[in-house]
Every structure is written in structure tokens, then in C-alpha cells.
């Protein structure tokens, strides 16, 4: 009986875990895309060519350059 109530105190500690940690990637991954959109938008407000580089896709972790011509 001790050992069924310490495997499903396990399997509730790690499924938080897991739920915890998933939720964490989701809304990184979302607030990545918005500061993404308002990126490019600003840089195509201010007449320039954006450089976006997705380094890890799961949370859209980036790199971003905003290229001014200069005619």
C-alpha cells in the first residue's frame, strides 16, 4: 500500500512537472512571435529589410537585424 500511494504521488509530481514546463515553451514560443511581428512591422515602417534568423523553433528563439538602405 506505502508503495502504490509513493508511485502515484511520483506520477502526479512529474505530470506537473511536465504541464509546468510545457506551458513554459508555449507561451515563450507565442510571445516570440508577437515581438517578432511588431519587429518586422517597425522595420518595414521605417523603409528597411529585415534579417530574421530562427535559432530554435520549438520556442521560436531568434535573432533579428533590421537593414536600412543607403541610397
Same mark, same amino acid.
Do not use: R
Given at each position: 500500500? %506505502?508503495?502504490?500511494?509513493? +508511485? ?6 512529474? !505530470?506537473? +512537472?511536465?504541464? !509546468?514546463?510545457s ?12 515581438? +517578432?511581428? !511588431? ?11 529585415? !534579417?530574421?534568423? +530562427? ?12 537593414n %536600412?538602405?543607403?541610397?
Amino acid at each position: 500500500m %506505502k508503495n502504490n500511494k509513493f +508511485i502515484i504521488s511520483f506520477t502526479l509530481a512529474f !505530470t506537473g +512537472i511536465l504541464f !509546468t514546463g510545457s506551458l513554459l515553451v508555449a507561451s515563450a514560443s507565442y510571445f516570440n512571435n508577437k515581438e +517578432i511581428e !511588431t519587429l518586422t512591422s517597425q522595420c518595414y515602417q521605417n523603409k528597411g529589410e529585415p !534579417t530574421l534568423e +530562427i535559432n530554435n523553433k520549438l520556442t521560436n528563439n531568434y535573432s533579428f537585424e533590421c537593414n %536600412k538602405s543607403q541610397i
